[in-house]
């Protein structure tokens, strides 16, 4: 317990630094980064070159997850300046005067299909403006968009969350004689079944809130003649979404439901398919309504077919690599589209391996962007704002996750004789390193939450995500914990590691930093403590369905890679 202790700090430093101090994950990780590495140094009795060559091994694998932040959100910037989002929001004002049901159309699943191209903090940020143009109160609009921010961030922004998770472990299943590329596929499998009953759950909660805080009768009866819009959207999503995830891979699936979903709800609300008999609306909001903003001040137009193209082609070159069409995919990962960096520092054993075309960062996101400057005729002045927009928003998340996935490493390839010592020997046949930092951590936890770590887990992932404001930042923290716990635990790796992934994207309902960004866009800044206290039911109610349904599929003897236990 000592040396699980010891271990802790770092983490425990930037919990403290996050959440009582309200520094940013870019300020709170280099600090949690120095820390580690003196632990590393001092305590565990690693030698500094080491520590340095796997810094520099973490911030190269980090370098991946940073292109593809920032080609997505280079792209929705672009859009933004270009008139083509002004276009796309134009839409919701000409499909129904019931607020429930905007909200689940532009909140839920518009929000949804941003998440799945941009993410990182922007669904709520541009679905909010949209809703309070169409009449709702600020602080309704700002908390239903924030309920809604949790379905689609798992598998998330082109697989983002999900792939980072996979990645943390991935030397640790190697290790247990695993395939990593199976185990990248279960998990995201078997993060998209639960999440998807909890998102269906979810979708209906949302309107519950919005009836029973903000609707001018504050009652529950008013959301129920929305329930069957509600299921009939989350079970026509879901099936796109779990079949997505089964067939195709991470990256597309949350592109691909929300994409799919959003012309089909259009369509049906307007057609008045299971829409309530009498519309709801809130008090005086027709005097409220007004054209849905652009983002960038500018009255700019694109036709409907130009400001969808981009994503469409998109959607078409992430499906011709990730089923290997043509012999895509096999190409792009082989020579010469791999940049090779070995023998770090001089250890044999640490390399990195960049397959830059195969990164959907760079191909399609980057590429289909610059396309998009030209084809929608864009300024140099709007282009260079739009590239300037990028560049700060992904400052912040590409300091945390160079300095997060930096730490991480070191706590993987720690190795101490006298720290090994304190474990059950038993145990070392289940996990790649029984000294590690993470490991040391991993036995206290399991020792400490042993009967109930399967409804546990997912509260780690929202602590992680409400102190970073990042499901993939959760994950870079986290994953590797849960994978050992569980491995100590005899539980299903696969599992557990998607309850950590789930966690991640529920916690974003309460998250500091996407709360400050929704009320920055909404104009109810000052109401982060009240957005806080609204949405916390919501988040608690949601990771409590899924540690639920993980539960019952671990009773009944549900172990998707049981080669990982031996």
């Not at 280079?74 to 429930?100: E, Y």
């Not at 560049?391 to 996750?401: D, E, F, I, M, P």
């Amino acid at each position: 317990m000592f040396y699980a202790l010891i271990a802790a700090i770092p983490i425990i430093l930037t919990v403290v630094l996050m959440v009582f101090f309200s520094q940013p994950a870019k300020r709170a990780m280099p600090l949690a980064w120095l820390l580690t590495a003196l632990i590393a140094c001092f305590v565990w009795g690693m030698e500094t070159r080491e520590i340095g060559a796997r810094s520099v091994a973490g911030c190269l694998g980090a370098f991946e997850t940073i292109c593809i932040i920032f080609g997505a959100i280079l792209l929705m910037n672009i859009l933004r300046q270009s008139g083509a989002m002004a276009t796309i929001n134009r839409i919701f004002a000409h499909v129904t005067r019931d607020a429930r049901i905007q909200t689940v159309i532009v909140g839920y699943v518009f929000a949804g299909f941003i998440e799945g191209v941009a993410g990182f903090g922007s669904p709520a940020a541009l679905a909010a403006p949209i809703l309070i143009s169409l009449g709702f109160p600020p602080l309704a609009a700002a908390s239903v968009c924030l309920i809604y921010n949790s379905t689609p961030v798992c598998p998330g922004p082109v697989g983002v969350p999900t792939l980072t998770c996979a990645a943390m472990v991935k030397e640790a299943v190697t290790g247990l004689g695993g395939d990593a590329d199976k185990f990248t596929h279960l998990l995201t499998v078997w993060t998209c079944i639960p999440h998807m009953v909890g998102g269906i759950v979810i979708i209906f909660v949302g309107v519950a809130v919005l009836c029973k805080v903000f609707g001018k009768n504050h009652s529950f009866r008013d959301a129920l003649p929305a329930l069957p819009f509600c299921l009939f959207t989350g079970l026509f999503l879901g099936t796109i979404y779990i079949l997505t995830a089964i067939f195709a891979g991470p990256e597309l699936v949350t592109m691909t439901a929300f994409l799919g979903t959003l012309p089909v709800v259009i369509f049906a609300a307007r057609k008045g398919f299971l829409m309530p008999k009498e519309v709801w609306t809130f008090e005086g909001s027709e005097e409220k309504i007004s054209p849905a903003v652009s983002g960038d001040g500018e009255e700019r137009r694109q036709s409907l077919l130009m400001s969808l193209l981009p994503y469409v082609v998109i959607c078409l070159i992430l499906f011709a690599t990730r089923l290997n069409l043509f012999g895509l995919k096999d190409t792009l990962n082989a020579d010469p589209f791999i940049l090779h960096i070995g023998n770090i520092f001089g250890y044999e054993d640490i390399s990195w391996n960049f397959k830059f075309l195969y990164n959907p960062g760079i191909m399609p996101f980057i590429a289909v962007a610059l396309v998009t400057i030209f084809l929608h005729r864009m300024s140099a002045k709007q282009a260079k704002q739009a590239l300037k927009d990028s560049l700060r928003q992904v400052s912040g998340a590409a300091v945390a996750l160079l300095f997060g996935v930096a730490m991480i490493n070191i706590y993987r390839y720690t190795s101490s004789e006298a720290v090994g010592r304190l474990f059950d020997p038993g145990t070392a046949s289940y996990t790649y390193a029984n000294s590690s930092m993470l490991y040391a951590m991993a036995q206290a936890v399991a020792r400490l939450f042993s009967g109930v770590y399967v409804l546990f887990a997912p509260l780690i992932g929202v602590l992680g995500a409400f102190m970073s404001g990042s499901c993939t930042v959760s994950n870079t923290l986290f994953a590797g914990l849960q994978f050992e716990v569980a491995t100590v635990l005899t539980l299903p790796q696969v599992l557990i590691l998607a309850l950590q992934n789930m966690g991640g994207a529920i916690g974003n309902m309460i998250c500091i930093n996407n709360i400050v960004a929704v009320c920055a866009t909404a104009g109810t800044n000052g109401k982060e403590g009240k957005l806080i206290r609204t949405n916390i039911l919501p988040c608690l109610l949601y990771a409590l369905i899924v540690g639920v349904i993980m539960a019952i599929l671990i009773a009944a003897g549900l172990n998707p890679m049981p080669e990982l236990l031996g």
